[in-house]
């Protein structure tokens, strides 16, 4: 069976994405410049890659290996031309991770901005428990009182994909990360222009402090 998020075109979601009413696109960019330099590490694995937003900040001096992952085959295709630069380090995979025996592969830091939401908190927690990363980064999305897919003129294409979304809490993931033995960090908000915002929560394994 598919998933809606492989009806979804990567010009629709990108065009979306970047509007400036919704100006998330640029934020998560920003965001993932941070994500992947804050800390000391060399392997990536970046969850719901799509067209590669933020792989604009990759150094290959100092990042060895980044794992795209998505369930959007057309979307790692573009990803793939779009940062052909990156050939000797990024590797592109098509998953889907809301099926527990598909496994993330082995990184430093797992990135997932605006991904837990459409896989939920316990499946997200049994992904990362498979091999306990150092570090794992998040963003997720406070709607006050909006839809969680912002109003535009794209907004239809996302019918499907709208009955994926969970709202996800920042102290049940905060919680639920503390069980497998991840400590909050670091913690940022972005507000949006649509006065939705941006939490970032980014968790290190305290074994491995």
């Known amino acids: 069976m598919s998933n809606p998020w492989e009806k979804v075109s990567i010009q629709d979601y990108e065009n979306h994405m970047k509007l400036p009413s919704v100006y998330q696109l640029q934020k998560l960019s920003e965001i993932m410049k941070s994500q992947i330099y804050k800390y000391r590490i060399s392997t990536i694995a970046i969850l719901g890659i799509a067209g590669g937003n933020g792989l604009e900040h990759i ?14 085959k057309d979307y790692l295709d573009t990803c793939k031309e779009k940062y052909r630069n990156l050939t ?12 527990i ?3 993330l592969p082995v990184a430093d830091i797992v990135i997932a901005n605006l991904f837990i939401e459409y896989i939920g908190i316990d499946m997200f927690i049994k992904q990362i428990s498979k091999n306990l990363p150092q570090y794992v980064s998040c963003v997720i999305q406070k709607n006050d009182n909006n839809n969680f897919v912002s109003d535009s003129p794209y907004i239809k294409v996302f019918d499907e994909v709208s009955l994926l979304h969970e709202d996800i809490e920042k102290d049940s993931l905060v919680k639920a990360m503390s069980k497998i033995g991840y400590s909050l960090t670091f913690s940022d908000e ?3 222009p649509n006065m939705k915002r941006f939490i970032r929560l980014d968790f290190v394994n305290k074994v491995n402090q």
């Open 190 to 192: 972005d507000l949006l």
């Open 88 to 99: 000797d380090c990024l590797v592109l995979k098509k998953l889907d991770l809301s099926n």
């Open 59 to 72: 150094d290959k001096s100092r990042i060895k290996t980044v794992y795209g992952i998505d369930i959007n």
């Open 101 to 103: 025996s598909n496994d």
